[in-house]
């Protein structure tokens, strides 16, 4: 069993920063992949981006590349994303994930383990 847990959600400005982390504890493999999904009210979760838990592969959203940073914190065996240039369409509750295919996975039904999601507010 796989547990995850997010924090570092909040309120910030249009053009500000936040950094989410997702702290992972059970059973963890290098070849698992974190994911961070995204769900605003009314709309469908969607991807935001990947890593491999050995910090080896990246994959990120178009509309969220060149703003947001997936990492993995190797210490504290947590995954982070820094999220900067924040927009208020990147409004909604972020979620961790972990998946135990292996590639780019971008789709919510590979990811079997799920943290409880925190909310990101950008204002106008």
């Known amino acids: 069993q796989v547990q995850l847990v997010e924090s570092g959600g909040g309120l910030v400005q249009a053009g500000g920063s936040l950094r989410l982390s997702c702290a992972a504890s059970g059973r963890t493999f290098s070849s698992d992949g974190l994911g961070w999904f995204r769900q605003a009210p009314g709309k469908e979760r969607e991807f935001v981006a990947q890593i491999r838990w050995s910090g080896t592969y990246t994959l990120y959203a178009d509309s969220v590349k060149g703003r947001f940073t997936i990492f993995r914190d190797i210490g504290k065996n947590t995954v982070s994303l820094q999220m900067n240039s924040l927009k208020p369409e990147d409004t909604a509750v972020y979620y961790c994930?972990?998946?135990?295919?292996?590639?780019?996975?971008?789709?919510?039904?590979?990811?079997?383990?799920w943290g409880q999601g925190t909310q990101v507010t950008v204002s106008s």
């Open positions: 994930a972990l998946t135990q295919f292996s590639g780019g996975r971008t789709k919510s039904y590979d990811y079997a383990y």
